[in-house]
């Protein structure tokens, strides 16, 4: 309660300030600014002077209020003093007719409110827009905005509330974030329009009181154009500083601000680290930060999906999967030579000009897209054209395996040191569908589980389109294993001559040979109807077959055929493998028990023994064998005996 009781008095005092500084709202312009945001008009000054007073005046009314609290408290309990609501702004006094178990109607109202407050706090929503390029002058404009949100898209409200302590001045490419630990924006400065700076400052956002933040340790170079993002945990509140632009190379380091102790440090992150660059954004979600896109050298724009995990301290490896589930591609293409989490990028809303990215296409999904905007190869993105593409995708999540890759500290590729020791293990991401193109300059906000980009430009292209990555999507349900006709053809193979569930043995040379009816009559014909039409050989539970007139090696090899599919090994011109006569025993046997297949194989094997002295002989085979295409060929030889020889 005394938390709601503060913070309504703050909106109340802020609604009243923002009434008095009218309903306004930021105008980017260089007259604007001379204007509304220049503190030496005369006007201004005026007006800036009359909202302290009425500032002033809520805040002794705020402390009438705290001081008579306590004596409502100790009132006796038959007076009509005013109740817990009344001491919270409520009208209503206490009844003597009333339950005292049964709630109040404001305690109702108090109890919804504090349930609302717990889940959302929207009451006291606004947006808090702080300097940046007015398009033209030498400095960047230095001064604040708010846009009240708390009333929802029909009572949305622009206003400049008045500040306390010293603002931070012109600021044009720094970074905000806000801190919710502390109730204040920090503000990583940036430049001035003139100059980079690394100054940090800090905005409460109750009261709008500035102060500079003094640190500790090693602050991070003077740079603009970077990104920043706020990583929060039980008992730990970080933010991140990457990159940007010091005037005279684009930087990819990484800097960490400790907000509870206000010092700066440099931490050893794993990983390949991205290519340097400005202009890029760095969104926080779920203990990892996700930086896309940017500005390189020669202003190439980047299209790069990166991922930090705060718990591993390291840039974990992004995949990009080029083809959506089900296209039959099953191609990926690696970003970042290195599964965790994976995640899958859509298209929501589509917008401004195509243009030419001859990238592969990836599995984005589009969901909305305007007509022109991306079709074929069009990514929404233009730029420059060279290849190093990136890994996003429908940004939606597959599980990998779960053993991280190898990879080495610095800005090199795979390592090639063999010992895993000497490495550092990092796990990978792999993300699914079109990523957004190119660019720079764009936004990136956190929304769930999902991170919204919009806009942005590369060089001369300036955008407008609206992409969404889904960083925990649901799992795709896949189907894996094997259906069960491959598990026969993969699992048959160690039943061949195995005594094991055999019914059915034959007796070749007076050797055993174990089969399965079922396998052999699934196969064959012939064993079919040795099966199961009448013959003696069908009468038993464990049946026994002479083969007669059959040479073992042969028949073991046409079984051997059965239950693995393994061709024959016969060298007809040499020593060993039967020979030819093994082969057309062969054939016979696959004659006999109609095995197709295994006949046309031995007829292949056989075309190279027909010569001017066997192709009489083996047309005869062929004949009695019913081999029509090894009769085909011996045909053909003799028809053409002249230059074949």
Known sequence: ATCRSSRSRARRRRNLIADAATDERPNRSAAAAGAVGDPSSAAQEEVQQAIAELASAIDAMDKELDAAAPAAANAPAGDDATNNGNMQG??????????????????????????????????????????????????????????????????????????????????????????????????????????????????????????????????????????????????????????????????????????????????????????????????????????????????????????????????????????????????????????????SWEVIAGGGCAHNNSRESSSWEMLGGQDGMMTGSAAGGGGNDDGEGIKFADWRQYSGSAAGVARGGGTGGMSSVANPNDEDMVPSVYVNGKPPGRRAGHTATAVGRHIYVFGGSCGTDYLNDFFVLDTDPPPLMKITEPPSPQLYASRLRHFYNDEEFSDVTFLVEGRKVYGHKLVLSTVSDCFRAMFMTGFRESGSEKTEIEIPNCSYGSFVTMMEYIYTGRGPRCNIDGPGGGGLDGAISLLELADQFFLYNLKQIIEGMLQPAVNGETYMFLRQVAQKTNASQLESYCRYFERNMNELL
Not at 152 to 170: A, V
Not at 203 to 231: I, K, M
Not at 254 to 273: E, Q
Not at 294 to 321: H, P, Y
């Open 90 to 343: 409520g009208d209503d006094v206490n009844n003597p007719n009333d339950d005292d178990n049964a709630p109040s109607m404001a305690d109702e109202d108090d109890n919804r409110m504090e349930e609302d407050n717990e889940d959302d706090d929207d009451e006291d929503a606004q947006i808090i827009i702080i300097g940046g390029w007015l398009g033209s002058g030498p400095l960047a404009a230095s001064d604040m905005w708010v846009l009240d949100i708390s009333g929802g898209l029909e009572r949305l409200r622009w206003f400049q509330p008045p500040t306390l302590g010293t603002p931070p001045g012109p600021c044009n490419m720094h970074s905000a974030d806000f801190i919710p630990s502390r109730g204040e924006v920090y503000v990583f400065r940036g430049g001035n329009g003139r100059e980079y700076l690394n100054d940090l400052h800090a905005l409460d956002v109750e009261t709008y009181a500035w102060r500079a933040v003094r640190t500790h340790g090693s602050a991070p170079q003077q740079r603009a154009n970077h990104s920043s993002a706020l990583l929060e945990s039980p008992g730990s509140s970080e933010l991140f500083v990457f990159g940007g632009w010091n005037g005279s190379e684009r930087l990819n380091d990484i800097h960490v601000l400790n907000t509870a102790t206000s010092t700066w440090s440099t931490p050893r992150v794993l990983g390949v680290k991205p290519h340097p660059r400005a202009g890029m954004t760095l969104t926080a979600l779920r203990g990892r930060l996700y930086l896309f896109g940017g500005s390189g050298t020669s202003s190439k724009c980047f299209d790069d999906l990166q991922v930090l995990d705060r718990e591993e301290m390291a840039w974990l490896d992004v995949n990009e999967e080029e083809d959506s589930p089900g296209s039959g591609g099953g191609g990926k293409k690696q970003q970042h030579p290195s599964p965790y989490y994976d995640s």
